[in-house]
């Protein structure tokens, strides 16, 4: 059900008010969100998802499935069971976010002068993962074809502008952002503005960097997903395998909850990328694993 809204709420998230000192301190000891990064590096075995992918690609596949659509599914459904990932911090306040978005990068061609677009993808509690890849695949398509999207107009028209104008540009749009007044029609478009950032860098063979953080806009949660490869794993028994792993590379504001809290998330996020089939149960539905 949805909340009614409050003073002190924004359009795109509710204000939180029943949080401890120590974090509601943090937004003036730490104003940027530059200032408040964590990085974390995670290998995860992802011979199971291959296999998934694999079998599910098979002669009379509907559509073809990647890691990648698997990867942002098991994304969307841990932060919705770990809704403090959710959060995010503006004008100095901490806010529930209204909805869960993933944002990613579409290229048109895999060129180096190749026209680099934003897309931004909402997750809803109903969704499963052949929905998730059906959606990626239509809006990239949409995308790739040329069909404009709302920030689109505003990037024009900052081009145009001469030097001076887009700085008075920029520190307007700084200030609507900082007391949540960006148009709607803009942030709805903005990968500063979605839950998380992916970027699938293991599609052009490199494997996963730390990506900071921006301080414009709301994101919170900076992914970076490496390449597939072979890496020896010890597996329960004490024993070394070679198996198909990837690594990602995983950078959050620390203001929005704890450290612990974070440590229980990775984990999480290991079942879900190691299990895949739990990905079929839609997103609100909980595979049962402790974390």
Not at 168 to 180: C, E, N, S, T, V
């Given at each position: 059900?949805?909340?009614?809204?409050?003073?002190?709420?924004?359009?795109?998230?509710?204000?939180?008010?029943?949080?401890?000192?120590?974090?509601?301190?943090?937004?003036?000891?730490?104003?940027?969100?530059?200032?408040?990064?964590?990085?974390?590096?995670?290998?995860?075995?992802?011979?199971?998802?291959?296999?998934?992918?694999?079998?599910?690609?098979?002669?009379?596949?509907?559509?073809?499935?990647?890691?990648?659509?698997?990867?942002?599914?098991?994304?969307?459904?841990?932060?919705?069971?770990?809704?403090?990932?959710?959060?995010?911090?503006?004008?100095?306040?901490?806010?529930?976010?209204?909805?869960?978005?993933?944002?990613?990068?579409?290229?048109?061609?895999?060129?180096?002068?190749?026209?680099?677009?934003?897309?931004?993808?909402?997750?809803d509690e109903n969704q499963t993962l052949n929905d998730?890849?059906?959606?990626?695949?239509?809006?990239?398509?949409?995308?790739?074809?040329?069909?404009?999207v709302g920030i689109d107009s505003a990037f024009d028209?900052?081009?145009?502008?001469?030097?001076?104008?887009?700085?008075?540009?920029?520190?307007?749009?700084?200030?609507?952002?900082?007391?949540?007044?960006?148009?709607?029609?803009?942030?709805?478009?903005?990968?500063?503005?979605?839950?998380?950032?992916?970027?699938?860098?293991?599609?052009?063979?490199?494997?996963?960097?730390?990506?900071?953080?921006?301080?414009?806009?709301?994101?919170?949660?900076?992914?970076?997903?490496?390449?597939?490869?072979?890496?020896?794993?010890?597996?329960?028994?004490?024993?070394?395998?070679?198996?198909?792993?990837?690594?990602?590379?995983?950078?959050?504001?620390?203001?929005?909850?704890?450290?612990?809290?974070?440590?229980?998330?990775?984990?999480?996020?290991?079942?879900?990328?190691?299990?895949?089939?739990?990905?079929?149960?839609?997103?609100?539905?909980?595979?049962?694993?402790?974390?």
């Open positions: 059900m949805k909340k009614k809204k409050r003073w002190g709420d924004r359009k795109d998230g509710t204000r939180v008010r029943d949080i401890d000192g120590l974090h509601a301190i943090m937004t003036n000891l730490f104003p940027n969100r530059c200032d408040a990064e964590v990085y974390i590096q995670e290998q995860f075995d992802v011979t199971n998802v291959l296999k998934y992918v694999e079998e599910h690609n098979g002669e009379g596949a509907e559509f073809k499935m990647t890691p990648f659509h698997l990867f942002v599914h098991a994304l969307g459904k841990l932060i919705y069971h770990r809704p403090l990932l959710n959060r995010f911090i503006q004008g100095r306040r901490i806010y529930d976010r209204n909805e869960i978005t993933m944002a990613f990068v579409v290229r048109r061609k895999f060129e180096d002068k190749s026209e680099e677009l934003l897309l931004v993808m909402p997750i998730t890849c059906k959606t990626i695949i239509g809006d990239a398509s949409d995308l790739r074809d040329g069909k404009p028209f900052y081009m145009k502008l001469p030097r001076f104008g887009q700085r008075l540009f920029m520190q307007a749009f700084r200030i609507m952002d900082f007391h949540g007044w960006v148009p709607e029609s803009i942030t709805k478009d903005d990968s500063n503005y979605a839950t998380l950032m992916l970027s699938n860098l293991g599609s052009v063979k490199c494997d996963a960097p730390y990506h900071h953080l921006n301080n414009y806009g709301t994101t919170s949660i900076m992914v970076t997903i490496g390449e597939i490869h072979k890496a020896p794993v010890l597996n329960k028994d004490g024993e070394t395998e070679i198996r198909d792993v990837v690594n990602f590379g995983i950078t959050l504001d620390e203001r929005i909850a704890d450290g612990f809290y974070f440590a229980r998330c990775v984990k999480l996020l290991k079942e879900y990328i190691e299990h895949p089939e739990c990905l079929e149960l839609p997103v609100k539905e909980d595979p049962g694993y402790d974390y």
